[in-house]
């Protein structure tokens, strides 16, 4: 079974820096998109940023410019670094993927899912 974790989530007063990690585990074929997601108390989730299996990027407007969002392929791990933190950027942050598991009974890409991780809360004090 497919999973992500995240990590890296804390408390950092404004003006800081944190680094998000999210790991994908499991049998997989290939990993399409991947992305960091937020949830604030009270509102919807919303995307931060996301990348394709080629390097292309896409950023929320409100993150732009400070936050930057990597992966690497062989390890199968995103990442989320955050800097010039808002208090406003203070939700939780969920992992992202669009991925083909591999189907060891066909030995080969099973079918297209989405996974999500479990979240990471990531706190800016004013």
């Known amino acids: 079974q497919v999973q992500l974790v995240e990590s890296g989530g804390g408390l950092v007063q404004a003006g800081g820096s944190l680094r998000l990690s999210c790991v994908v585990s499991?049998?997989?074929?290939?990993?399409?998109?991947m992305g960091w997601y937020r949830q604030a108390p009270g509102k919807q989730r919303e995307l931060v940023a996301a990348?394709?299996?080629?390097?292309?990027?896409n950023y929320a407007d409100s993150v732009k410019g400070r936050f930057t969002i990597s992966r690497d392929n062989a390890k199968n791990m995103v990442y989320l670094q955050m800097n010039s933190l808002k208090p406003e950027d203070t939700a939780v942050y969920y992992c992202n993927a669009d991925l083909w598991p591999f189907d060891a009974s066909s030995w080969s890409r099973g079918q297209r899912t989405e996974v999500w991780g479990q979240g990471t809360l990531v706190t800016v004090s004013s």
């Open positions: 990348i394709i299996s080629g390097g292309s990027t």
């Open positions: 499991g049998s997989i074929f290939s990993i399409n998109t």
